[in-house]
């Protein structure tokens, strides 16, 4: 089996890595390439990969390469972990919005939109290369914003399936909550990527009891600190809404916020230069604990499990993943990319049924839908108008006169990496 990321360049491989060798019964790599233009970055990530692997005991090859291509031949899955303008290009996604008091975030609002119109066309032209490649090849979307990118593949008919952290932390923390295994932990998460909402936490599999009431009576507190929501907001609405779901609730005070500390690209560049610093120690053969607060906790295992489901191997039957609707959400269109629980295996994810949303919650995926829509076509047709379409279409922003500063602001910061500016 061979496995490519393309990213690999990253200092979350690690992580990665350290997850494909505990699990190696998993997912039994055979040839593990790391792809990423950045060579100096790579030399030291892979260096790190290949000294987990030996500690590991695992038996896998691992390459490095600049060439995608050479990197993607012959693979049966390729994972996509990109940031096109890196660290750099993410400081200005969570900078410039604050001038317009709108949140600055790399994956909502419109730094989220900056990121898509950035990332989608480089993942077009990744995908296209791994199907001359490979046609059977799966590819899974760990980049953000996943929704968006990940509708952009399944619309090109690529073979992808987009995967987040988010619903895997949240079955970790559950999990040690209740004092249970993770695997005994089933989620009812449904809503998109980023903006999703926990109706229900089932011990055993989908059909299990329900022990969200009892959670939230028991262990509120701690759920509402992790969220950094008030508790008696988790009490009123007795569901367990994503961490992202702040920029919408608490969107002035997040703001607030932000104006007053460090972006937290300014804080992840300054780790990234520490841990780059580790990874060229040559006696440094772990994962080093600084990276847990990189962010992607793990993100490893939901990718091992995501990975070994597909090429048909031993991972969950049911795993939480970003795919295409079809009649899930039914106020939704078929083709739009919807996260939830889906069966998953060689032939692809397939949605579990979910329950009737309250319209609190279905009203919001709905309007961010229509804007993911807007997003998707501005990321593929370029032009102004269709980024000024997308921002007023954003239920964080709304008004005429910030999507247009907005607009504006975003063509100036990014023009090198848009074709049409």
């Not at 992580?15 to 055979?30: K, M, S, V």
């Not at 009576?217 to 509402?224: L, N, P, Q």
């Amino acid at each position: 089996m061979k496995l490519a990321v393309v990213g690999g360049g990253s200092t979350y491989t690690p992580e990665l890595i350290d997850g494909f060798a505990r699990l190696r019964d998993t997912l039994p790599i055979e040839e593990l390439v790391l792809v990423d233009p950045a060579a100096d970055r790579l030399e030291l990530v892979g260096g790190l990969a290949r000294r987990i692997f030996a500690r590991q005991g695992h038996p896998g090859v691992i390459r490095t390469t600049s060439d995608v291509d050479a990197g993607i031949a012959g693979a049966d899955a390729v994972l996509l972990q990109l940031r096109v303008g890196g660290q750099a290009a993410r400081n200005q996604d969570e900078t410039w919005p604050l001038d317009c008091g709108c949140v600055g975030q790399e994956t909502t609002g419109a730094g989220g939109l900056a990121k898509a119109l950035r990332t989608v066309p480089v993942v077009l032209d990744i995908a296209e290369r791994v199907r001359r490649a490979n046609p059977d090849a799966w590819i899974i979307d760990f980049t953000n914003p996943v929704g968006i990118v990940t509708r952009a593949l399944l619309q090109a008919g690529h073979k992808a399936v987009g995967l987040c952290n988010v619903a895997i932390g949240f079955q970790r923390k559950f999990a040690k909550l209740l004092d249970v295994t993770p695997g005994e932990v089933h989620l009812d998460h449904v809503g998109l990527n980023h903006l999703t909402w926990e109706l229900g936490v089932r011990l055993g599999g989908p059909d299990g009891e329900n022990v969200l009431p009892r959670l939230i009576a028991e262990h509120g507190d701690a759920i509402a600190e992790d969220l950094h929501m008030p508790r008696p907001l988790v009490d009123r609405l007795g569901v367990v809404p994503s961490y992202y779901l702040r920029y919408y609730y608490q969107h002035d005070a997040v703001v607030s916020e932000l104006r007053t500390k460090p972006s937290r690209a300014a804080q992840v560049a300054e780790m990234e230069r520490e841990l780059l610093q580790m990874y060229g120690d040559p006696t440094l053969d772990e994962k080093p604990a600084l990276l847990a607060k990189r962010g992607g906790a793990f993100y490893s295992e939901a990718a091992v499990d995501l990975a070994a489901s597909l090429l048909g191997g031993g991972g969950s039957p049911h795993q939480v993943v970003n795919t295409y609707n079809n009649g899930t959400l039914p106020f939704l269109p078929d083709d739009a990319v919807v996260e939830v629980q889906a069966a998953v295996d060689s032939k692809g994810a397939r949605p579990l049924p979910v329950p009737a949303l309250d319209p609190l919650y279905a009203g919001l995926i709905a309007s961010v839908t229509a804007y993911e829509d807007l997003a998707l076509e501005a990321a593929l047709r370029g032009g102004r108008d269709r980024v000024f379409r997308a921002l007023l279409a954003h239920p964080l922003i709304g008004q005429i006169e910030y999507a247009d500063r907005l607009t504006d602001q975003l063509i100036a910061h990014n023009r090198e990496h848009l074709a049409w500016a």
